[in-house]
């Protein structure tokens, strides 16, 4: 049974509560998500360990439930710290 796009979005959330998610069913079939995340928590960190932190809070359901998300990982734009873009850093 395909993961719907509320279910990640709260898995996300829950294991990283300051995070702005938006998902997107790209194929229509409930198997196929692009998902970006945005989160002070990432500053500082490299897009890898991002990436590892979005995986990491949907709790081993890629591969399975979850067939495939196109994830892009950022940080909040204007916070008034040096090198804060926003959007994808690392």
Do not use: C, N, W
Request: charged share 20%; glycine share 14%.
């Amino acid at each position: 049974m395909p993961m719907d796009a509320h279910d990640i979005e709260s898995m996300i959330k829950a294991a990283i509560p300051d995070a702005e998610v938006t998902i997107r069913d790209l194929a229509g079939d409930g198997d196929h998500y692009a998902a970006t995340v945005i989160s002070e928590s990432f500053r500082g960190k490299s897009r890898v360990q991002q990436h590892q932190i979005v995986y990491q809070s949907l709790k081993g359901q890629m591969g399975g439930v979850l067939h495939a998300l196109a994830l892009q990982t950022g940080v909040p734009r204007g916070t008034g710290v040096p090198g804060g873009t926003g959007m994808p850093e690392g």
